[in-house]
């Protein structure tokens, strides 16, 4: 168990010093004693890509038309998603809200779903003014927009 907690600790020698004592499920866990017992957590999105909405945009617009649609839908998500990024590491949060509000309708259109919604997410953490769910909701914004440029990289290449 405290492996575990030392898992959720990455915030630096400094705050180790002063760690309270934390309550789990009736064990109270030991103090970290130094950054070496610290690990990182790397957490995983499944993602996927919503082939009807995708299918249907390749029938209404042919397959040229779509491909290029799509193709300016990926890198306009890749430059906004970094766009986020750094409006956040700027505590930009007027032009971070609109870069994810940007997001929501280009994910959608193209059948990023999951990104959308997260999108959303994001949007509504700025709104609410919460700061810690923000960090953690934009950290998973990063994650599925990552898998999701990905998976729909790897459906080009499929006849949809």
């Not at 799509?70 to 970094?82: N, S």
């Not at 956040?88 to 259109?109: E, G």
């Not at 990905?150 to 499929?158: G, Y």
Request: charged content about 25%; glycine content about 6%; aromatic content about 4%.
């Amino acid at each position: 168990m405290p492996s575990q907690w030392n898992e959720l600790q990455p915030f630096g020698k400094d705050w180790l010093s002063s760690c309270p004592r934390f309550w789990v499920s009736g064990t109270m866990l030991p103090r970290v004693s130094n950054v070496e017992e610290l690990l990182l957590i790397r957490p995983t999105e499944i993602v996927r890509v919503d082939s009807e909405k995708l299918g249907k945009l390749y029938m209404d617009m042919g397959d040229v038309a779509a491909e290029d649609v799509v193709c300016r839908a990926m890198e306009e998500l890749a430059l906004r998603l970094a766009h986020c990024d750094r409006l956040f590491r700027a505590n930009n949060m007027d032009d971070l809200r609109k870069s994810s509000r940007s997001l929501i309708a280009i994910a959608d259109q193209i059948g990023m779903t999951k990104l959308a919604r997260v999108a959303g997410d994001v949007t509504q953490c700025i709104d609410e003014g919460n700061h810690v769910a923000l960090s953690a909701t934009l950290g998973r914004l990063m994650r599925i927009g990552e898998g999701s440029l990905t998976a729909i990289w790897d459906l080009q290449d499929l006849t949809i």
